[in-house]
């Protein structure tokens, strides 16, 4: 965290959390009304400067499964809600298509802030925002993380591997060890419809993983 976003969290009142030396994070301390606040005054890295507003995450926060994207595009900056364009009508429709209400799951981004022209996250981008993306998936507990497309993945796997080779395993993910299922961006799906075949059986596969857990359960 670097001095502003100290600076920032300190004059909320918010208590500060540290990244530990090793790979798991110490368990941080907001609330949710807490953690939303300190997204909507933050000023940690330059994509405050192009925001209209930040975008949070939506969605069910005692949800089973929690949609992880990469960042805002022009309508969720626009609205303040992640996945609300052509892209998200498409999340929607596979969501109903394994039996899952959009207001079922939690939606949430890498940033919470629209990138310019939608240009790739940049590593110290990712490094100051994710913090709140752990912290939302610590509040939720999920059963079931599934990261949509390769910024996400490269991100919640600490890899670069090709999102293809990705495809198709369950992962686990922080000291939880949470499944973790990949899958392509449905943006990426727009643009390449060839693909939407193999996005449906990762679908599947995520409807499979949610059935065995509540057997298991
Ligand atoms: Fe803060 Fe994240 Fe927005 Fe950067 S992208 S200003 S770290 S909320």
Not at 23 to 48: F, M
Not at 178 to 203: C, E, F, G, V
């Amino acid at each position: 965290m670097n001095k502003q976003q100290s600076h920032c969290l300190a004059a909320l009142g918010i208590p500060i959390w540290q990244l530990r030396k090793t790979e798991e994070k110490t368990e941080p301390l907001l609330d949710w009304d807490r953690l939303q606040q300190a997204v909507t005054h933050c000023t940690a890295c330059s994509l405050h400067h192009g925001r209209t507003q930040t975008v949070f995450g939506v969605g069910n926060r005692q949800a089973d499964l929690m949609i992880i994207g990469e960042a805002p595009g022009f309508y969720e900056d626009q609205q303040g809600e992640p996945f609300v364009g052509r892209a998200g009508q498409l999340l929607t429709a596979m969501l109903k298509a394994i039996q899952r209400e959009r207001s079922q799951v939690y939606i949430a981004n890498i940033l919470k802030c629209r990138p310019p022209q939608n240009r790739d996250p940049q590593p110290e981008e990712v490094a100051q925002c994710t913090p709140f993306l752990d912290r939302q998936i610590a509040l939720i507990q999920p059963k079931l993380l599934v990261a949509v497309g390769r910024i996400a993945a490269h991100y919640l796997l600490n890899t670069k591997q090709a999102l293809s080779q990705l495809r198709g395993h369950i992962y686990h993910y922080g000291h939880k060890k949470i499944p973790l299922i990949i899958t392509y961006h449905p943006a990426y799906l727009l643009r390449n419809p060839r693909d939407k075949a193999q996005a449906w059986q990762d679908w599947l596969f995520v409807k499979g993983q949610l059935l065995a857990s509540d057997v298991v359960a």
